[in-house]
């Protein structure tokens, strides 16, 4: 029997779009996308996987250091709070999406380096 993947406990995080129906806040309905982590469930832990998810992560995290460097560099020009959130939440966005989209990238071409 494999080893499934900790990966989808990501999911668990879609639970706080609930949140956003209780409280009336639209912001929190991001998170249901989260939901699609419990698509790995099935899928067992191996090596291919693995090296799919860290350069996924990777990629993720490199994209996210640039747009973090970008702003800092906006918000240091116009010191901003309502700014400032709107970038945080920007970049959970792109950080989020940037590892989603990287990650079925590599599953779909397979082995392909």
């Known amino acids: 029997m494999k080893k499934k993947h900790p990966i989808r406990f990501l999911g668990l995080l879609g ?35 693995q090296y ?19 702003a800092i560099a906006v918000l240091s020009f116009t010191p901003s709070l309502q700014l400032a959130l709107v970038f945080l939440a920007v970049l959970l966005i792109v950080m989020v999406l940037t590892f989603v989209i990287s990650f079925n990238l590599y599953e779909g071409r397979g082995g392909q380096k």
């Open 15 to 49: 639970f706080i779009g609930l949140a956003g129906l209780i409280d009336g806040n639209t912001g929190l309905f991001g998170f249901f996308g989260f939901f699609g982590f419990f698509g790995l469930a099935g899928t067992g832990n191996d090596e291919l996987l």
């Open 52 to 70: 799919n998810l860290a350069r996924a992560a990777l990629s993720s995290f490199v994209f996210s250091l640039l747009m973090l460097v970008v």
